[in-house]
């Protein structure tokens, strides 16, 4: 493969649900240090979408309300909402439901917390929650762990997206669990993989796309560093330097030192 391919597979769009994206970073709205931060750590990452959560913005207030969609409109990046912060199937169902109302849009990035000290999704209800909105219309993209077994039933419950956790929300620890990825990434094939949650650095989303996943969606790395903007930026090449990386062909590993300069052969030896 040439570069010249190369460049331009790695550079494909990103299809979720029929609907084309140029970019493979996805990227939160909260915790920037203000808005003018915000719009321009989003201008400089370029990403596909921006998520949002419906408790975390204030409609009850119609100025706080108002402002926070001005500059989404000015952003012009499609929203997902999400249902951050529900603990219960029903929980889920009727927050989505609002975020459909608010957001204008059948996207949803279901969350359905089972742990509050790790955040760790509730796996035994998940499923339940993805059919319910898969039912009513929705398009899901559930977060998840990194459990095949719970990835298999996301996918035949409707799922054709998953979101598997890197490491726990927030931590910023990076890929805790590689092998899970790469299997999820073997045993899904067809299944768009978006790593969420745990990511800290620009590498972290580099290694993630090495291990084939699609994309990546983060937050706090990116509002919670000393330069969001910059960061964004960082965040945008990594992704896209990873992508690259992996459709190019990485090199095998070897326990075992291998000489990049053979000697044998050679027409000369300096002594």
Known sequence: MTAATSRAIATAPLVLYGQTFQSRLLLGTSRYPSPSVLKAAVQRAKPAMLTASLRRQNVSDPDTSNRFWELLRELEVP???????????????????????????????????????????????LVDAAQRLIKDGFKVLPYCTDDLVSAQRLVDAGCRILMPWAAPIGSGLGLLNPWALRTLRARLPHITLIVDAGLGAPSHATAAMELGMDAVLLNSAVSQSHNPVGMASAFRHAVQGGREGILSGLMPSSDMAVATTPVGGQPFVLL
């Open 79 to 125: 929203v997902l909402p999400n249902t951050a912060g529900c603990h219960s199937v029903q929980e889920v169902i009727t927050t989505a439901q609002m975020a459909r109302e608010v957001f204008a849009t059948p996207w949803i990035k279901l969350e359905l917390i089972g742990d509050d000290y790790t955040l760790q999704p509730d796996t035994l209800n």
